[in-house]
């Protein structure tokens, strides 16, 4: 079992920053895969940024390259989400979620089955 808590959501304005932090404890040994995905209001939830932790091979959702850098600290079983330049499209709650491998990559929607409970984002123009 893995659990994650995520940290960081907020209110903020469009052009403005934030850091997302998510907090794995348990078998975290167990998930080469981690990723952060977004729900915006009365959406389905999808895939934004994933990592390999081990590689540290990243892939991102193509609307938000250049803008979501998605990092980890392994030595503190923490994962991170920088987000720059947000939009009001940007809003909605964000989940950590930590997974396996599908097809020998970690995949944007695919293979995670641990997720936290989230954290708020809102962004205003």
């Known amino acids: 079992q893995v659990q994650l808590v995520e940290s960081g959501g907020g209110s903020v304005q469009a052009g403005g920053s934030l850091r997302l932090s998510c907090k794995a404890s348990?078998?975290?040994?167990?998930?080469?895969?981690m990723g952060w995905f977004r729900q915006p209001p009365g959406k389905d939830r999808d895939g934004v940024a994933t990592i390999d932790t081990t590689t540290g091979r990243d892939f991102y959702l193509d609307s938000v390259k250049g803008r979501f850098t998605i990092s980890q600290e392994n030595a503190k079983n923490s994962l991170y989400l920088e987000i720059n330049n947000l939009k009001p499209e940007d809003t909605g709650l964000y989940y950590c979620a930590a997974g396996r491998r599908i097809w020998g990559r970690c995949q944007l929607n695919a293979g995670f089955s641990y997720w936290g409970q989230g954290t708020q984002v809102a962004v205003s123009s």
């Open positions: 348990g078998a975290t040994y167990s998930i080469p895969c």
